[in-house]
């Protein structure tokens, strides 16, 4: 199993920003995608941004030029710096991880608990 955490949610005045942090932690197991969802109040969750085990980022048309996704060295922790935040933006914001457990042998698809991002006007 592959647990991950998120932190550094808040409430934020449109404009400003925040980061978003993701850390993966578990036994055996080796991440190959990581990235970020969103959720907001009737709507479907959304794909954010999302950074591959090669490197390659990929962003929604809604966040490019303002959100920034990146992941460590050693690849366990992924980061979204958000900027000039909007009230759009307010959502639930989810990690989500493609992670293979040794122990399994498999691939699976990880999430995060969320963590509330709120932008006011």
């Known amino acids: 199993q592959v647990q991950l955490v998120e932190s550094g949610g808040g409430l934020v005045q449109a404009g400003g920003s925040l980061r978003l942090s993701c850390a993966a932690s578990?036994?055996?197991?080796?991440?190959?995608?990581m990235g970020w969802y969103r959720q907001a109040p009737g709507k479907q969750r959304e794909l954010v941004a999302i950074v591959t085990g090669g490197g390659s980022t990929n962003y929604a048309d809604s966040v490019k030029g303002r959100f920034t996704i990146s992941r460590d060295n050693a690849k366990t922790t992924v980061y979204l710096q958000m900027n000039s935040l909007k009230p759009e933006d307010t959502a639930v914001y989810y990690c989500?991880?493609?992670?293979?457990?040794?122990?399994?042998?498999?691939?699976?698809?990880?999430w995060g608990q969320g963590t509330q991002v709120t932008v006011s006007s």
């Open positions: 578990g036994s055996r197991f080796r991440i190959d995608n």
């Open positions: 989500n991880s493609r992670a293979l457990t040794y122990n399994s042998g498999s691939w699976s698809d990880y």
